[in-house]
């Protein structure tokens, strides 16, 4: 009797864990064997380190854009989380300032997360193109005469549009944790301060900024990594150059050349251990769960 | 504070609702070029050219199929794992509990490449089976970290006491246990659902252009260029998520926290 | 009517140095209330998880009338349970909370009707079916929850403090309810309780339990009054215990000699007790009477509680309104009257 209770959670984890373990397990480890140039397919079965070789030393077909790419892939990715953590931040404590819980605030931030990437990025398009609504109201407004005289918001080269995307995908996203987080927190401390002669910004600086920084800490960095890998929405509202990292391993995964396909593999795997890393450094730092 | 929040609020709101109105606005019309601030004509003739297009349809029975597919398999597989994940304490809980992360740390682009690989030995790329298996990826972990918690906050008490009351083990599965946690069950399984729905990256890898899903269709048609039909899928594409939050509204306000990124 | 045995039943938890419960046996006759009383941790709640089925006991047996239940599960043994809590299903209003163990019984729509409308007369809340369990009171819930489990006549009753969290005035009152509907049904019951005055009031015998053992099993009014061993009477709230010789109705104690009414069986080493309402305060010397230091005094409404310290006995005082108030530090005699001392050992 004893015995079988010991064994039943295992046996209830195992198809979950099977799924994942397999899945994620089988493909990454075909992965590094694609990467290290095992293709059985067309013969090759000698382990190269060639594929990590050209990207990192900046030759080859892949290699001549991996260091751009990577620049290019963090400057989004991490101006994009710190700008929406510090605009979530603010929406977060001008909403929870609200009395009486804010259904409709919490409706309208979800709805944004419902919203599919694709969706957003294509209104993105629509909206910001040269060409696009915000375009003519330029025009309407005297402002500009012909399209080409609107600023290159979306695919552009300096990735303001993947920029603009993430922070208002994203902004909601860490809105929602810090809201919960303020919710829940009894509003004493804020009205004890308050008492003491803080005045807003040192409220905020001082009591509500240290209780929500945990949270809002994970929250970042989980959007960290899924800009930073992210594919779809680059692929959409980027340009040819620079790309990001994740599009640059598509693109030679893809490619017929069966051994540019290591390229593309190699630079995702180096990709997936940067977004690994950050995880694990996250992980270390706020003590799971 | 209070004039910002007003303002901020008034923001996010406009946020929000300008795609809406902005696809709107395109499906409904089929010239509407630079510099109007309004379609000369509008027309419900795109809509109808979109919904009555042959490709629309299958794309749309697939991902309808697809996604209810992933969140019925995901419900089924992640119930149990949530249920020991949430209830129980035993050894090699943590191990269990970081296994079952990982999927929402590993980038889909290295999955999905993988996986390419491994089911073109399998037989499994483009098929619907095999681009199924890989949008369990992502969904299965969100249901099994959304039921965990309601788990977590379940009393067994509740099942011991229909079992004494004389109904079976079965019986007090579907009369009492799915009934008190049907709140968390329904937003589990709607978001599994929804996450099956966007996943474009998986389906381009797995489905090796066989097949085709609205967002698949969609990606095209925003590199195609037409902005009026591609407006008119993207309403398409986001009629479930609309209609979704509308449903979980009230569950999802109780619960904030539990919202994961993944869509 | 059915009665319980419980024989020599064992249950060490995984993970815990020491058993729950050791070589435990019970009999309860049909129709009988027993009640465990024991601090938390004295294995009580356990006992009645293993009855019921919710769990499965390391070593011995459990019998309803004779034949063992151990196989069957919880489902099929009729042992019907209330908690501290009341767990009405809040998806179901009254009346179908209590048609539930019916309902899964197959029984028909119009038996359960009726079912249900006599044991809510029973319970004093007629006519509540389509009420809903959130519009309750704590006491209401309660006796729903009772009234659930009665309805489907089961063999045995198991309570599981299901008093505790309720204010004192309801409290009471259910504790006289449950007692008289459990009479009148003369349904065999077990309750577990940690409050004294309860388990008094409702049993016909009373279980003390102490680290997963039984120290004495009596009706209540003997073990108040004759507690068989000092750790019962610890139990039933004697904390004044003299240990010396005794011989001809006289013990020998360091504090002194004093007489006892009732001799215990030889002469020799014996331990007496007292009752702390039969102790007396006095100001003069006498017969019984220790000389000892008042420490401190609490006024509790119908009593006064005195803690006295004689010697290094300290002795607890309770002494009916109106009573004489001696100040803290006030030199007194405390008398212990001879036909209250009883021995325990």
């Known amino acids: ?289 | 504070m209070t004039r910002l929040s007003q303002i901020g609020r008034w923001a996010l709101y406009l946020l929000l609702a300008a795609p809406l109105a902005l696809f709107a606005v395109y499906a409904f019309s089929t010239r509407w070029f630079f510099p109007q601030l309004l379609p000369a004509e509008w027309t419900s003739a795109t809509l109808a050219r979109v919904l009555g297009d042959g490709r629309v349809i299958s794309a749309l029975r697939d991902s309808v199929a697809m996604a209810g597919g992933v969140s019925l398999l995901a419900m089924v597989i992640g119930y149990p794992a949530a249920r020991v994940l949430g209830l129980r304490q035993f050894r090699g809980r943590n191990a269990a509990w970081l296994v079952l992360f990982l999927p929402t740390v590993v980038p889909p682009l290295a999955v999905g490449m993988g996986l390419n690989i491994l089911f073109l030995q399998l037989g499994l790329a483009g098929t619907l089976a095999g681009v199924m298996l890989a949008h369990l990826v992502p969904a299965l972990p969100y249901v099994v970290f959304t039921l965990a918690g309601a788990f977590a906050r379940y009393d067994e008490n509740y099942e011991f006491q229909a079992l004494v009351l004389g109904a079976s083990p079965a019986r007090t599965f579907w009369s009492v246990s799915l009934r008190l946690l049907a709140p968390s069950l329904v937003v589990a399984g709607l978001f599994a659902f929804l996450i099956s729905w966007s996943q474009y990256l998986l389906t381009l890898l797995i489905g090796s252009g066989r097949i085709i899903t609205l967002p698949v269709l969609l990606f095209s048609a925003a590199a195609g260029g037409n902005p009026a039909t591609t407006a008119a899928l993207a309403l398409i594409f986001l009629a479930p998520p609309l209609v979704i939050i509308a449903a979980t509204a009230r569950q999802l306000n109780q619960r904030p926290g539990d919202i994961r990124e993944q869509l | ?345």
Not at chain 3, 37 to 65: V, Y
Not at chain 3, 128 to 146: F, N, T, Y
Not at chain 3, 320 to 339: D, F, I, K, N, T
């Open chain 1, 1 to 289: 009797m004893r015995r079988r209770l010991s064994l039943s959670p295992w046996l209830s984890l195992a198809p979950a864990l099977a799924l994942v373990v397999v899945l994620v397990g089988a493909s990454l480890a075909y992965g590094v064997a694609q990467s290290l140039g095992l293709m059985a397919v067309i013969g090759q079965n000698t382990v190269s380190l060639d594929a990590y070789r050209s990207l990192l030393s900046g030759h080859g077909p892949a290699g001549r854009e991996f260091w751009s790419a990577l620049g290019f892939s963090l400057w989004v990715s991490v101006t994009a989380t710190i700008v929406s953590a510090a605009l979530a931040l603010l929406l977060a404590v001008g909403l929870a300032s609200r009395p009486g819980g804010g259904a409709a605030d919490t409706l309208a931030l979800n709805w944004n997360l419902a919203v599919p990437h694709l969706v957003w990025a294509v209104a993105l398009l629509l909206f910001l193109a040269q060409s696009g609504l915000l375009a003519r109201l330029a025009a309407a407004g005297g402002l500009i005469e012909l399209p080409a005289e609107f600023p290159v918001l979306v695919r552009d080269r300096y990735g303001l549009g993947l920029i603009l995307h993430y922070v208002s995908k994203e902004t909601p996203f860490l809105a929602l944790i810090v809201l919960a987080m303020l919710r829940s927190q009894p509003t004493g401390y804020a009205q004890v301060a308050a008492n003491l002669g803080a005045n807003r910004w040192q409220r905020l600086r001082y009591v509500t900024l240290p209780f929500v920084m945990p949270g809002l800490l994970a929250g970042a960095l989980l959007v960290f990594a899924f800009v930073f890998s992210a594919y779809e929405v680059p692929a959409v509202l980027g340009v040819g150059y620079p790309r990001m990292l994740s599009v640059l391993a598509l693109r030679f995964f893809t490619d017929p050349d069966l051994r540019a396909r290591a390229d593309g593999m190699a630079v995702s795997l180096i990709l997936t251990a940067i977004v690994l890393a950050v995880a694990a450094a996250s992980l270390k730092r706020g003590g799971a769960k």
């Open chain 3, 1 to 345: 009517m059915t009665n319980v045995n419980l024989i020599a039943l064992t249950k060490t938890y995984p993970g815990q140095p020491h058993a729950v419960l050791q070589d435990f046996s019970l009999a309860v006759a049909a129709g009988e209330l027993v009640t465990l009383l024991g601090a938390s941790g004295s294995g009580k709640s356990t006992l009645l998880k293993l009855i019921a089925g919710l769990e499965q006991p390391d070593a011995g047996d459990i019998q309803f009338d004779g034949a063992s239940i151990r196989p069957l599960p919880p489902h099929r043994r009729g042992a019907v349970f209330m908690f501290q809590k009341s767990y009405l299903f809040p998806f179901l209003n009254v009346g179908d909370n209590i048609g539930f163990g019916l309902k899964v019984q197959g029984a028909s729509a119009h038996h359960i009707r009726g079912e249900v409308a006599r044991v809510l007369h029973l319970i004093g809340l007629p006519g509540s079916e389509r009420r809903q369990p959130g519009q309750l009171s704590g006491g209401e819930q309660q006796r729903v929850a009772l009234a659930r489990a009665l309805v489907t006549n089961p063999k045995l009753l198991l309570l599981d403090e299901p008093l505790s969290s309720l204010d004192t005035e309801v409290r009471l009152n259910l504790q006289a309810a449950i007692r008289a509907i459990q009479r009148e049904l003369g349904i065999t019951t077990v309750l577990v309780t940690h409050d004294l005055g309860e388990a008094m009031a409702m049993s016909d015998r009373l279980a003390l339990l102490s680290h997963g053992r039984i120290v004495a099993l009596d009706r209540p009014e003997v073990l108040f009054h004759r507690p068989p061993s000092q750790a019962a009477a610890q139990f039933m709230g004697v904390s004044t215990f003299l240990t010396g010789r005794q011989s001809a109705g006289c013990l020998e104690t360091p504090h002194g000699r004093l007489q006892v009414a009732c001799a215990a069986a030889q002469a020799g080493a014996a331990t007496y007790a007292i009752r702390p309402e039969h102790i007396r305060l006095q100001k003069a010397a006498g017969e019984n009477a220790l000389a000892g230091c008042v420490l401190d005094c609490v006024f509790r409404g119908e009593y006064v509680e005195y803690q006295v310290a004689v010697a290094d006995l300290d002795v607890r005082v309770r002494m009916p309104m109106p009573a004489p108030r001696y100040e803290r530090g006030a030199q007194v005699y405390v008398r212990l009257p001879a036909e209250h001392l009883f021995a325990v050992a």
